[in-house]
């Protein structure tokens, strides 16, 4: 069993910063990408970033390209998305995701809340 938890979200104001962390942690499990998903209150779950593992390729959506990016520490397990000029749109709950192929994500984490003010 894989276990994703999430850290780092918070309150801050339109046009900040933060830096979100995910930790993989298990016995037997192999990481072929990690991404971000967000859902904000009565919508649905969106796609942010993705990053492939073995090779480090990114993908993000267009609303945060040039504000959000993702990145890896393959020894540590963990996946990070580092978010540059909030706004208040990107409020929701983050949550992180392991894929074992290409096909799906097998693993989610809990999710952690991000609030940005206006």
């Known amino acids: 069993q894989v276990q994703l938890v999430e850290s780092g979200g918070g309150l801050v104001q339109a046009g900040g910063s933060l830096r979100l962390s995910c930790v993989a942690s298990?016995?037997?499990?192999?990481?072929?990408?990690m991404a971000w998903f967000r859902q904000a209150p009565g919508k649905q779950r969106e796609f942010v970033a993705r990053?492939?593992?073995?090779?480090?390729?990114?993908s993000h959506r267009d609303s945060v390209k040039g504000r959000f990016a993702i990145s890896r520490d393959r020894a540590k397990n963990t996946v990070y998305l580092q978010m540059n000029s909030l706004k208040p749109e990107d409020t929701a709950v983050y949550s992180c995701?392991?894929?074992?192929?290409?096909?799906?994500?097998?693993?989610w984490g809990q999710g952690t809340q991000v609030t940005v003010s206006s």
């Open positions: 995701a392991l894929g074992k192929s290409s096909l799906d994500y097998d693993y």
């Open positions: 298990g016995r037997g499990f192999s990481i072929y990408a």
């Open positions: 990053i492939t593992w073995s090779g480090g390729s990114t």
